[in-house]
């Protein structure tokens, strides 16, 4: 099945960006004729990978062969020479040109007069026929759907004679029949040699159509198997770093397990909330005090899940009642005024005000929510600043120091600051322990179990499940856009979660009661 | 004397300062300033008068800017603004009426407050870019200036209008304590109230604003009214000035020069952390250069190729890359010292 020669090998491959090490010593292969999944968490180093092979990114460490010939890109150019193609997320087309020319560009053909449009259209529609595609090729690329622009994107790598061909997460914004048409396409490719190296979050489409997947972890390579050869609870437990056998969880000390969902009264009611064609309407209750962990791969939908019970993204079905009564979270604001603060898991463009002070950007959604009319007076103002700082420990000591100086870890402290400062009564936290120091993740883990027992409700979000495992009362497993299954955490193994993940709520069902779907 | 060169407003007001030396040595008496009857005159006094203007739109603009957005619409303001005030006037019969002038400058003001309302609108309900939503006005104002006055530049003859651009009180021109007015009232507005805080939050990261529930929409409805409303209050003082209408010259490229005093004073084009403090001082080299290009005796066809130098000087010089290049000539910045200018404050 497989032709000897790898048509790209890389070997020890390694990448830095700064002082950061974001891929270290990877060794990496395809060959032709194969279609070849790339797999792995949030910050495992795919993206860093396909930039390294695409020559966007130099390396500074290991070797890249192409058809067996050592290369040292210094630019995209150079790897399109060599005929890898790639078909990025957001596509890189131009919706305003024609199917021809955006499929022919940068590679018009040219008569006595310039461009030879009949030529350049035969071309195009060559290219569109070899994908079985039936498209106007003068028609205007935006006029098609989402899925046609991804085939006359691969159309487009075709026609530059592509050997090896990346797509990025190609299947995050098509429906199920248009993920078949492009599988049929990637088949009918391999039939005829290219090398595909399919990149997806959706461990089932991983399994339907690739031949070979190499997984990722943290920066380095945790292995690369024949699909048929490995289980799905081992891609996950290898994806995720879990080993397969549970380890002891003694994150919170105490407290957490008296205050169960049992004692607890539920307060928050989701009924059916959900959004055609990405989260299934689901049903979720939350209780006074109580910690739910939301478990799940990335891109299954988690951070989907909590945004529509935080305000920030709306919902098309369902509804959601605070204190028996129906509420409407049109946005963040509108959320927050009903005691519901999320946070998000990208800092960067979701969370800071980087060029505010750690004073200002604690004081924020306070201020905001008081309108800008009342401003808070000064006392008050530093004495919150204060006891925040304080109480959360944020280094520099310093009020006015400017957030984006400041590391991850304390970043992520002065966000929580800013969402306690309105003392919430449910905090949704989207991978609050991603990307930070170890030492400033216990302070975290252990602030989360102290806000519970105190009466505040926490919903978050955690690629780990130790930490799930470890500070959850409950745990809502999240799987292609579903919420599988909210169990109950006594005693739940991280087995029994990473089987969940890998084959769904029916998979391993017995061990564990799955009391909770009220 | 580090930590001074390192002050955001350092340039600008070095520019400021050079301005007047040339002017000083060129002509010894920019500088001095004559008592007649109880009034001030020269130069100086001058520049304050004629700044006005520039200063209320530059305000409106450095708010506007703040936002991310843009107001290219104040010129086609300040033309509407004195044409609805002036055919009030001329029309009314009684030009010297106090009831009939404060009438005509209400309306005028009153229609300006409604069009950046409607700049704003389009900005942050139906979310066109800012600077295709302002050029909408910006092309159309003159042309409903025009149907305003008629096509014709319509003239008064009123002593209580004409005070507005020439009055003297207290021995100070009357269009200066109307730019002190627009720049504390602006000062307290940003300062005072946390209105200037969530403004700047929303200027540098929108989605995580509206994370925090701010509520971005109003605050950017209000920047765009502001800024018409005082673009007609300018138009107010253009008109007294001419004790005319003039449609198609009122206030005509002010949009570029308020934009330029805006960056020279120190805020980006980017957005976010602004400084009215800046714009003033950015508003005075500008008036300043305008009167210095005269006084050299320079043709008025060239004063655009001099403000152009004068602003990319400045903006080389508050840039991060000139500035390091520049220190990196002196002796290595301790490390202490960087920190302290960390905190430099945007107060305005």
């Not at chain 1, 390294?52 to 210094?74: D, K, M």
């Not at chain 1, 049929?184 to 997947?213: K, M, N, P, T, W």
């Not at chain 2, 609805?84 to 005509?104: C, R």
């Not at chain 2, 507005?189 to 929108?206: Q, S």
């Amino acid at each position: 099945m497989f032709a000897d020669e790898p048509v790209v090998q890389m070997q020890g491959v390694s990448v830095d960006f700064g002082g950061v090490r974001a891929l270290d010593s990877v060794s990496f292969r395809m060959f032709p004729g194969e279609i070849h999944s790339l797999i792995g968490e949030n910050g495992a180093g795919k993206s860093t990978l396909i930039k390294a092979l695409t020559g966007v990114q130099s390396i500074s460490a290991g070797t890249i062969r192409v058809r067996g010939e050592q290369t040292a890109f210094t630019s995209p150019a150079d790897a399109q020479r060599l005929g890898i193609q790639t078909v990025y997320q957001e596509m890189d087309l131009l919706p305003n040109l024609s199917v021809a020319e955006n499929i022919m560009l940068g590679r018009e053909r040219h008569g006595r007069f310039g461009i030879n449009w009949k030529l350049m259209e035969a071309d195009a529609e060559r290219a569109l026929d070899e994908l079985g595609l039936d498209l106007d090729p003068r028609s205007a690329l935006g006029t098609h759907s989402l899925a046609e622009q991804q085939l006359v994107a691969i159309a487009r790598a075709l026609a530059a004679r592509a050997k090896i061909l990346i797509l990025d997460e190609p299947t995050s914004s098509l429906d199920q029949n248009e993920v078949s048409e492009l599988f049929r396409v990637l088949h009918s490719l391999r039939e005829s040699g290219v090398a595909v190296l399919f990149i997806s979050h959706f461990l089932d489409q991983v399994y339907e159509v690739s031949d070979r997947l190499t997984i990722l972890r943290d920066g380095r390579s945790v292995g690369e198997f024949l699909t048929s050869d490995i289980l799905r609870i081992d891609v996950v437990s290898r994806m995720t770093g879990t080993r397969t056998r549970g380890l002891p969880s003694p994150l919170v000390a105490d407290g957490g397990a008296e205050l169960s969902a049992g004692a607890a009264r539920p307060f928050f009611r989701a009924h059916h909330v959900g959004v055609n064609g990405a989260i299934a309407p689901f049903d979720l209750q939350v209780g006074e005090g109580e910690v739910i962990g939301i478990a799940g791969l990335l891109g299954s939908g988690r951070s989907e899940l909590v945004r529509l019970l935080s305000g920030v993204e709306r919902s098309d079905s369902g509804e959601i009642e605070i204190d028996e009564k129906r509420v409407r979270l049109r946005s963040p604001a509108s959320a927050l005024s009903q005691g519901v603060a999320y946070s998000s898991d990208n800092r960067a463009v979701e969370g800071i005000i980087g060029d505010f002070s750690i004073a200002e950007n604690i004081l924020l959604a306070l201020q905001a929510e008081r309108g800008w009319l009342r401003r808070l007076p000064k006392q008050h103002r530093d004495e919150l600043v204060q006891s925040y700082m304080t109480a959360l420990d944020i280094r520099p000591a310093d009020p006015e120091a400017l957030v984006k100086t400041l590391s991850g870890g304390n970043q992520q402290k002065v966000l929580l600051a800013r969402w306690l400062a309105l003392a919430p009564r449910l905090l949704v936290l989207d991978e609050p322990t991603r990307g930070i120091d170890m030492a400033t993740k216990a302070e975290i883990q252990r602030l989360i179990a102290e806000l519970a027992a105190n009466g505040m409700s926490v919903i978050f979000i955690s690629a780990e499940f130790r930490e799930l495992v470890g500070l959850s009362d409950r745990i809502g497993v999240m799987r292609d856009g579903r919420l599988e299954v909210v169990l109950e955490n006594d005693d739940l193994s991280e087995d029994r979660l990473l089987a969940i993940i890998a084959y769904g709520s029916q998979a391993g069902a017995g061990d564990d009661a799955e009391s909770d779907e009220r | 004397m580090r930590t001074l060169t390192r002050h955001r407003l350092f340039w600008p007001i070095a520019a400021l300062v050079a301005l007047v030396v040339i002017n000083t040595l060129s002509r010894p008496s920019f500088l001095s300033v004559t008592v007649n009857d109880g009034e001030l005159y020269g130069s100086l006094i001058d520049i304050l008068r004629n700044s006005a203007p520039l200063m209320l739109v530059g305000i409106g603009m450095t708010l506007v800017i703040a936002t991310r957005g843009i107001d290219l619409s104040v010129g086609a303001i300040i033309a509407i603004s004195g044409a609805v005030a002036l055919s009030y006037i001329a029309n009314s019969g009684s030009p010297e009426s106090l009831v009939t002038v404060a009438t005509g400058i209400g309306l005028g003001i009153g229609v300006s407050l409604v069009l950046g309302l409607w700049n704003g609108f389009l900005v942050s309900v139906i979310g066109i870019q800012p600077i295709i939503a302002t050029l909408v006005l910006m092309l159309a104002g003159r042309g409903i200036a025009m149907l305003i006055t008629q096509g014709q530049i319509t003239t008064i003859t009123s002593g209580p209008y004409d005070f507005i651009a020439s009055g003297y009180v207290f021995g100070l021109p009357v269009p200066f304590y109307i730019s002190v007015v627009a720049v504390v009232a602006a000062a307290l507005l940003v300062r005072r109230t946390a209105f200037g805080v969530l403004l700047e939050a929303v200027g540098i990261n929108p989605a995580a604003s509206r994370l925090a529930g701010i509520k971005s929409r109003g605050i950017i409805w209000i920047v765009y009214g502001f800024s018409g409303l005082l673009a007609g209050a300018a138009g107010i003082i253009y008109s007294s000035n001419i004790s005319a209408a003039d449609a198609n010259n009122a206030g005509l490229n002010v949009e570029v020069d308020a934009i330029l005093a805006v960056v020279i004073g120190g805020t980006s084009l980017a957005g976010g952390k602004f400084m009215l403090s800046g714009t003033v001082i950015g508003v005075l080299i500008i008036q300043t250069l305008t009167a210095t290009v005269t006084f050299l005796g320079v043709p008025p066809a060239v004063t655009p190729l001099f403000k152009a130098i004068v602003v990319i000087v400045v903006c080389l010089l508050q840039s991060p890359k000139v500035r390091q290049l520049l220190t990196k000539r002196r002796k290595p910045t301790p490390r202490a010292e960087r920190t302290e200018t960390v905190k430099v404050s945007a107060a305005a």
